[in-house]
């Protein structure tokens, strides 16, 4: 949406406006906007396969092989599984003081398409594991950093991946700008459809594109997978095993009756009308799931319901930790580290999956997340993508985080940190280069500790 979409705000709105914009540049002071593209690994305590390691405490152990093999992949996959050293090493980094709900981990790969309980396709953040009220500054960071690393994973020139960290950032600022010429309801129901993404392609074939992924993504639901990811066993659905990436644990006796009991726990953080829609579901069977690049090694699992024998529900619950960012910004408000999540998810997304909710296991006092486990889901693919659609896609990801960041925060205090000029894209146009170079350094360091057999790696 552009700002003509909206009624002209009223006077009083522009004032308030205006003096949380020179409220916000006043922050320059403290923390230059320059300064932001300065960062240098620390001389002391950085040993980052040991960070690596300590990140591990609690993980499922025989897992952990495959989370190795899959940071191997290259620097990018590096990144996308070290949350939890970016944020060891943002730390040191400037700040301008003002907080919004973070995600903690917005890299390139944890945006996409994905269904609204209206059954529409937008396009947001979607992955929430990290989510914790924190400096705006992180996320993008984060999302500057992945554009480089995946720039120049596709070995586009090095001008070419200064200029897209750009182009991002510059999209931040003007959605920033729009953002906060909003009223906070418009701001609320401010969503990126899938059309809009189609529409704003800028050849035929990209339009073209888009609207085939737009439709790969409508086909993504519960009914297609049962018939991908299940088989029939002695009369009854069951999740078919491909270990060691899916598959059945041991059952001890009484397995059915916690999975049930856990469920239980999980409806009541449901609403009232999907507490009633769930129990029309019963659970037919449960498998483990290995997922993601950061999350190997952590629990997750895949429940399908199904109701009246024939019509499918799946839903994923995955274990819930204390956020990478919490040792520098303070221990969550919430007892339960899944509602952490459900609550940082709903408050981020401009509509968010109607099966959210958390649980705690009894027996083990681990705290999950559920949603379902495909709902119209779609993401790029980094290893093919060309320099035109990373630009664009670059800019619907920095898009969507301004939206984020101004649901939960003051838009137009970050505006004014922000400015009018380049000042702060040239500056994270620094940082990401740093960054980009640490991250190839750290990236070899793992293969380092993998051939050393300091580290296994499943490749």
Same mark, same amino acid.
């Given at each position: 949406?552009?700002?003509?979409?909206? +009624? *002209?705000?009223?006077?009083?709105?522009?004032?308030?406006?205006?003096?949380?914009?020179?409220?916000? =540049?006043?922050?320059?002071?403290?923390?230059?906007?320059?300064?932001?593209?300065?960062?240098?690994a620390?001389?002391?305590?950085?040993?980052?396969?040991?960070?690596?390691?300590e990140?591990?405490?609690?993980?499922?152990?025989?897992?952990?092989?495959?989370?190795?093999?899959?940071?191997?992949?290259?620097? !990018?996959?590096?990144?996308?599984?070290?949350?939890?050293?970016?944020?060891?090493?943002?730390?040191? *980094?400037?700040?301008?003081?003002?907080?919004?709900?973070?995600?903690?981990?917005?890299?390139?790969m944890?945006?996409?398409?994905?269904?609204?309980?209206? =059954?529409?396709?937008?396009?947001?953040?979607?992955?929430?594991?990290?989510?914790?009220a924190?400096?705006?500054?992180?996320?993008?960071?984060?999302?500057?950093?992945?554009?480089?690393?995946?720039?120049?994973?596709?070995?586009?020139?090095?001008?070419?991946?200064q200029?897209?960290?750009?182009? $991002?950032?510059?999209?931040?600022?003007?959605?920033?700008?729009?953002?906060?010429?909003?009223?906070?309801?418009?701001?609320?129901?401010? =969503?990126?459809?899938?059309?809009?993404?189609?529409?704003?392609?800028?050849?035929?074939?990209i339009?073209?594109?888009?609207?085939? &992924?737009?439709? &790969?993504?409508?086909?993504? *639901?519960?009914?297609?997978?049962?018939h991908?990811?299940?088989?029939?066993v002695?009369?009854?659905?069951r999740?078919?095993?491909?270990?060691?990436?899916?598959?059945?644990? $041991?059952?001890?006796?009484?397995?059915?009756?916690e999975?049930?009991?856990?469920? %239980?726990?999980?409806?009541?953080s449901? %609403?009232?009308?999907?507490?009633l829609?769930? #129990? &029309?579901?019963?659970?037919?069977?449960?498998?483990?799931?290995?997922?993601?690049?950061?999350?190997?090694? $952590?629990?997750?699992?895949?429940?399908?319901?199904m109701?009246?024998?024939? #019509?499918?529900?799946?839903?994923?619950?995955?274990?819930?930790?204390?956020?990478?960012?919490?040792?520098?910004?303070?221990?969550?408000?919430?007892?339960?580290?899944?509602?952490?999540?459900?609550?940082?998810?709903?408050?981020?997304?401009?509509?968010?999956?109607? !099966?959210?909710?958390?649980?705690?296991?009894?027996?083990?006092?681990?705290d999950?997340?559920?949603? &379902?486990? =495909?709902?119209?889901?779609?993401?790029?693919d980094?290893?093919?993508?060309?320099?035109?659609?990373?630009?664009?896609?670059?800019?619907?990801?920095?898009?969507?985080?301004?939206?984020?960041?101004?649901?939960?925060?003051?838009?137009?205090s970050?505006?004014?940190?922000?400015? %009018?000029?380049?000042?702060?894209?040239?500056?994270?146009?620094?940082?990401?280069?740093?960054y980009?170079? %640490? $991250?190839?350094? #750290?990236? +070899?360091?793992?293969?380092?500790?993998?051939?050393?057999?300091?580290?296994?790696?499943?490749?």
């Amino acid at each position: 949406m552009k700002p003509s979409d909206y +009624a *002209t705000p009223p006077a009083a709105h522009n004032a308030a406006n205006a003096a949380r914009i020179a409220a916000g =540049r006043l922050l320059r002071q403290r923390a230059p906007r320059s300064a932001h593209g300065r960062w240098r690994a620390a001389a002391k305590g950085r040993d980052v396969v040991a960070l690596l390691e300590e990140s591990n405490t609690g993980r499922i152990a025989e897992l952990l092989p495959i989370r190795y093999g899959r940071m191997l992949a290259s620097p !990018f996959a590096f990144l996308r599984g070290a949350a939890g050293v970016m944020a060891f090493d943002l730390a040191a *980094t400037p700040v301008s003081g003002l907080r919004v709900q973070a995600g903690g981990d917005c890299h390139l790969m944890n945006f996409g398409e994905f269904g609204t309980p209206e =059954r529409n396709l937008i396009f947001d953040i979607n992955d929430f594991d990290e989510t914790l009220a924190g400096p705006w500054e992180w996320d993008i960071k984060r999302l500057a950093a992945s554009v480089m690393v995946a720039a120049r994973s596709r070995h586009f020139p090095e001008r070419n991946c200064q200029e897209l960290v750009h182009a $991002t950032v510059a999209a931040y600022r003007d959605k920033m700008a729009e953002f906060a010429h909003m009223s906070p309801l418009q701001r609320w129901y401010a =969503r990126i459809n899938a059309q809009d993404l189609v529409e704003l392609g800028r050849t035929s074939d990209i339009r073209r594109e888009r609207a085939s &992924q737009a439709a &790969q993504a409508r086909a993504q *639901t519960n009914e297609r997978l049962l018939h991908k990811s299940t088989v029939v066993v002695a009369g009854r659905r069951r999740i078919q095993d491909n270990p060691p990436l899916v598959y059945h644990p $041991t059952r001890a006796p009484g397995f059915d009756n916690e999975m049930r009991a856990f469920f %239980q726990h999980y409806r009541h953080s449901l %609403q009232n009308d999907r507490r009633l829609l769930l #129990d &029309q579901y019963e659970l037919v069977d449960v498998a483990m799931k290995v997922v993601g690049v950061g999350s190997v090694g $952590t629990r997750c699992a895949v429940a399908l319901f199904m109701a009246d024998g024939c #019509d499918p529900l799946f839903l994923q619950f995955k274990e819930a930790r204390a956020s990478v960012l919490e040792p520098y910004h303070g221990k969550s408000p919430y007892e339960q580290a899944g509602q952490r999540i459900v609550e940082g998810q709903r408050l981020m997304q401009s509509s968010s999956d109607i !099966f959210l909710g958390w649980a705690r296991d009894a027996d083990s006092g681990i705290d999950y997340y559920i949603r &379902q486990l =495909r709902d119209m889901k779609s993401s790029i693919d980094i290893a093919s993508i060309e320099l035109p659609e990373l630009i664009d896609y670059a800019g619907f990801c920095a898009w969507a985080l301004a939206r984020a960041h101004a649901k939960s925060g003051h838009p137009a205090s970050i505006l004014g940190y922000l400015g %009018q000029n380049d000042g702060f894209e040239r500056a994270l146009g620094n940082f990401a280069r740093a960054y980009a170079d %640490q $991250t190839e350094a #750290d990236h +070899a360091a793992l293969k380092r500790a993998v051939a050393s057999g300091r580290l296994a790696a499943a490749i």
